[in-house]
């Protein structure tokens, strides 16, 4: 099924480790984004990729890093996590009808 | 600044009443506007969206939303809640530059 693919589901991580989200769409979109959930607090953007080869800080960038490897793929990586890096982090890709989103990954730093 | 604001973090309705969950946003510019909805452990996906041109906007599930500029507001409704619209619902705008802004969430609890 087109869509977005994101893993791993569920990941824990020790305070200081590093781990890479991945993400893949194949609906052939050129921008792609991060975000990540927490409670009462909606979506908020970490980075974003309008197209191949460019990414952009968004709301929450600091302890995150992207790649966008190519058109269809576009990473998150957390250099030495934190507990405040809890949370569930979704991956998007947009076109003209709006957003769709991977299932997330949900993530516990401790 | 561009911002966003549901009310109301939880709504109950009876099963068969009409759902009504309510969003506000501040833009400098025309806005694009959509809702969301977030079953458990599912990403958003798209419910409906305003871009230009008639302001009440029907979507999937029988959910329509209406645009009142002069309100600036975006509330969703729905006639008759059934068991299966329990779910997590997201107020967003669009403010260029490929950001999007999104409320905080209105989780709708139906009753039987």
């Known amino acids: 099924n087109a869509g977005v693919t994101q893993t791993p589901k569920f990941q824990v991580l020790k305070t200081g480790q590093s781990m890479t989200l991945q993400c893949a769409q194949d609906m052939n979109h050129n921008s792609m984004y991060w975000y990540r959930q927490d409670p009462g607090m909606g979506l908020r953007l970490i980075y974003y990729s309008a197209s191949e080869g460019t990414t952009d800080k968004g709301e929450v960038p600091n302890g995150y890093n992207v790649s966008r490897l190519n058109k269809r793929e576009f990473s998150l990586r957390l250099e030495s996590a934190a507990p405040s890096q809890t949370s569930v982090y979704f991956c998007?890709?947009?076109?003209?009808?709006?957003?769709?989103f991977g299932s997330g990954t949900r993530l516990t730093v401790v | 600044a561009q911002s966003v604001t549901q009310l109301g973090s939880h709504v109950s309705v009876s099963e068969g009443a009409l759902v009504l969950l309510r969003c506000n946003y501040s833009?400098?510019?025309?806005?694009?506007l959509f809702w969301y909805v977030q079953y458990p452990n599912q990403g958003l996906q798209l419910l409906l969206k305003y871009t230009t041109g008639a302001t009440l906007v029907k979507g999937i599930n029988g959910f329509e939303a209406e645009f009142k500029k002069s309100e600036t507001s975006f509330h969703l409704t729905k006639p008759s809640a059934h068991m299966s619209d329990a779910a997590e619902y997201f107020c967003a705008v669009y403010t260029g530059g490929f950001k999007t802004i999104f409320g905080a969430g209105t989780r709708l609890f139906v009753k039987a």
């Open positions: 998007a890709s947009i076109d003209s009808y709006g957003y769709t």
């Open positions: 833009s400098s510019v025309p806005p694009y």
